[in-house]
Protein backbone atom coordinates (compact mmCIF):
# COMPACT_ATOMS: atom_id res chain seq x y z
CA UNK A 1 0.00 0.00 0.00
CA UNK A 2 3.02 2.66 0.53
CA UNK A 3 4.32 1.60 -3.03
CA UNK A 4 0.78 2.80 -4.36
CA UNK A 5 0.61 6.05 -2.14
CA UNK A 6 4.21 6.92 -3.32
CA UNK A 7 2.90 6.41 -6.93
CA UNK A 8 -0.04 8.28 -7.05
CA UNK A 9 2.35 11.12 -5.53
CA UNK A 10 5.06 11.09 -8.03
CA UNK A 11 2.10 11.39 -10.54
CA UNK A 12 1.02 13.98 -9.10
CA UNK A 13 3.93 15.59 -8.43
CA UNK A 14 4.51 15.20 -12.08
CA UNK A 15 1.73 16.49 -13.44
CA UNK A 16 2.16 19.97 -11.03
CA UNK A 17 5.24 20.18 -12.51
CA UNK A 18 4.50 19.89 -15.91
CA UNK A 19 2.11 22.17 -16.02
CA UNK A 20 4.55 25.38 -14.12
CA UNK A 21 6.88 24.55 -17.25
CA UNK A 22 3.96 24.58 -19.40
CA UNK A 23 2.83 27.66 -17.72
CA UNK A 24 6.40 29.54 -17.66
CA UNK A 25 6.76 28.62 -21.48
CA UNK A 26 3.31 30.15 -22.09
CA UNK A 27 4.54 33.51 -20.24
CA UNK A 28 7.41 33.77 -22.13
CA UNK A 29 6.36 33.31 -25.20
CA UNK A 30 3.09 35.64 -24.64
CA UNK A 31 4.80 38.33 -22.74
CA UNK A 32 7.80 38.89 -25.02
CA UNK A 33 5.80 39.07 -28.45
CA UNK A 34 4.24 42.68 -27.64
CA UNK A 35 6.42 44.74 -30.22
CA UNK A 36 8.15 47.83 -28.39
CA UNK A 37 6.08 51.17 -27.71
CA UNK A 38 6.60 53.42 -31.59
CA UNK A 39 4.81 56.29 -29.65
CA UNK A 40 1.96 58.25 -30.91
CA UNK A 41 2.66 58.22 -34.58
CA UNK A 42 1.65 55.54 -36.69
CA UNK A 43 5.56 54.10 -37.94
CA UNK A 44 3.68 55.14 -41.66
CA UNK A 45 3.40 58.36 -40.39
CA UNK A 46 7.20 58.46 -39.78
CA UNK A 47 8.57 56.77 -42.80
CA UNK A 48 5.71 57.58 -45.57
CA UNK A 49 3.07 55.91 -46.71
CA UNK A 50 2.30 54.55 -50.22
CA UNK A 51 -1.03 55.81 -51.01
CA UNK A 52 -0.78 53.97 -54.46
CA UNK A 53 -0.71 50.21 -52.89
CA UNK A 54 -2.74 51.39 -49.77
CA UNK A 55 -6.28 49.82 -49.06
CA UNK A 56 -8.07 52.72 -48.90
CA UNK A 57 -6.84 54.06 -52.46
CA UNK A 58 -9.08 50.77 -53.50
CA UNK A 59 -11.75 51.20 -51.07
CA UNK A 60 -12.28 55.06 -51.84
CA UNK A 61 -11.39 54.42 -55.64
CA UNK A 62 -8.41 57.51 -54.76
CA UNK A 63 -7.11 59.11 -58.34
CA UNK A 64 -4.17 60.12 -58.75
CA UNK A 65 -4.52 63.99 -57.83
CA UNK A 66 -6.11 62.38 -54.73
CA UNK A 67 -3.19 60.44 -53.89
CA UNK A 68 -0.69 63.05 -54.64
CA UNK A 69 -2.72 65.42 -52.49
CA UNK A 70 -3.07 62.94 -49.53
CA UNK A 71 0.93 62.55 -49.82
CA UNK A 72 1.49 66.31 -49.22
CA UNK A 73 -0.89 66.84 -46.37
CA UNK A 74 0.91 63.75 -45.28
CA UNK A 75 4.40 65.35 -45.44
CA UNK A 76 2.99 68.24 -43.79
CA UNK A 77 1.53 66.79 -40.80
CA UNK A 78 4.48 64.40 -40.15
CA UNK A 79 6.89 67.35 -40.12
CA UNK A 80 4.42 69.43 -37.72
CA UNK A 81 3.69 66.27 -34.90
CA UNK A 82 7.25 64.95 -35.25
CA UNK A 83 8.29 67.61 -32.72
CA UNK A 84 5.80 67.44 -30.33
CA UNK A 85 5.93 63.42 -30.65
CA UNK A 86 9.56 63.59 -29.83
CA UNK A 87 8.65 66.00 -26.93
CA UNK A 88 5.73 63.29 -25.70
CA UNK A 89 8.65 60.32 -25.74
CA UNK A 90 10.62 63.04 -23.55
CA UNK A 91 8.48 63.91 -20.69
CA UNK A 92 7.20 59.91 -20.95
CA UNK A 93 10.74 59.27 -19.98
CA UNK A 94 11.24 61.78 -17.28
CA UNK A 95 8.32 59.89 -15.70
CA UNK A 96 9.32 56.97 -15.75
CA UNK A 97 12.76 58.20 -13.91
CA UNK A 98 10.37 59.75 -11.34
CA UNK A 99 9.31 56.67 -10.14
CA UNK A 100 12.25 55.03 -9.71
CA UNK A 101 12.92 57.87 -7.40
CA UNK A 102 11.76 56.57 -4.14
CA UNK A 103 11.07 60.38 -2.59
CA UNK A 104 9.78 61.30 -5.72
CA UNK A 105 7.42 64.81 -5.91
CA UNK A 106 4.37 64.57 -6.32
CA UNK A 107 4.01 67.73 -7.51
CA UNK A 108 6.56 67.13 -10.07
CA UNK A 109 5.11 64.17 -11.31
CA UNK A 110 1.33 65.88 -11.74
CA UNK A 111 3.11 68.57 -13.79
CA UNK A 112 4.46 66.08 -16.00
CA UNK A 113 1.32 64.42 -16.12
CA UNK A 114 -0.41 67.81 -17.05
CA UNK A 115 2.59 67.82 -19.61
CA UNK A 116 1.75 64.61 -21.58
CA UNK A 117 -1.98 65.72 -21.60
CA UNK A 118 -1.41 69.08 -23.61
CA UNK A 119 1.21 67.27 -25.59
CA UNK A 120 -1.24 64.57 -26.66
CA UNK A 121 -4.34 67.23 -26.57
CA UNK A 122 -1.79 69.00 -29.34
CA UNK A 123 -1.55 65.50 -31.43
CA UNK A 124 -5.30 64.66 -31.81
CA UNK A 125 -6.23 68.20 -32.49
CA UNK A 126 -3.36 68.13 -35.46
CA UNK A 127 -4.95 64.45 -36.18
CA UNK A 128 -8.71 65.81 -36.40
CA UNK A 129 -7.35 68.91 -38.21
CA UNK A 130 -5.64 66.71 -40.77
CA UNK A 131 -8.73 64.68 -41.68
CA UNK A 132 -10.83 67.15 -42.02
CA UNK A 133 -8.40 68.84 -44.83
CA UNK A 134 -8.43 65.55 -46.49
CA UNK A 135 -12.05 65.22 -46.08
CA UNK A 136 -11.59 68.09 -48.79
CA UNK A 137 -10.31 65.80 -50.99
CA UNK A 138 -12.62 63.06 -51.23
CA UNK A 139 -15.74 63.11 -53.11
CA UNK A 140 -19.20 63.04 -51.16
CA UNK A 141 -18.97 59.27 -51.46
CA UNK A 142 -16.09 58.50 -50.61
CA UNK A 143 -15.99 60.86 -46.95
CA UNK A 144 -18.96 58.68 -46.50
CA UNK A 145 -17.33 55.44 -47.19
CA UNK A 146 -13.80 56.70 -45.15
CA UNK A 147 -16.31 57.26 -42.15
CA UNK A 148 -17.82 54.35 -42.28
CA UNK A 149 -14.09 52.83 -42.15
CA UNK A 150 -13.44 54.86 -39.66
CA UNK A 151 -16.40 53.93 -37.25
CA UNK A 152 -15.75 50.02 -37.74
CA UNK A 153 -12.31 50.87 -36.55
CA UNK A 154 -13.57 52.83 -33.49
CA UNK A 155 -16.47 52.16 -32.60
CA UNK A 156 -19.08 53.96 -30.07
CA UNK A 157 -18.13 52.73 -26.91
CA UNK A 158 -21.57 50.72 -24.72
CA UNK A 159 -23.59 53.33 -22.57
CA UNK A 160 -22.88 52.21 -18.60
CA UNK A 161 -25.03 49.54 -16.90
CA UNK A 162 -25.20 50.08 -13.17
CA UNK A 163 -24.83 47.09 -11.93
CA UNK A 164 -27.96 45.07 -10.44
CA UNK A 165 -28.11 44.48 -7.06
Same mark, same amino acid.
Given at each position: ?66 ? #???? @??? /?? !?????? &?? +?? #???? @??? /?? !?????? &?? +? ?61
Amino acid at each position: MNQKVITIILVISLAANLMMITAIGVFFLTSHREPPFKGPITPWAVEGHDWHKSHLKHRLNLTDAQI #EAFN @KQQ /EV !IREMSQ &PI +AE #ELKK @KRR /EL !IELLKD &PD +ADSAQADFIFQEIVSLQTQLETMVFHNMAKMHTILTPEQRAELMNLVEKRHPPPLPHRMPHR
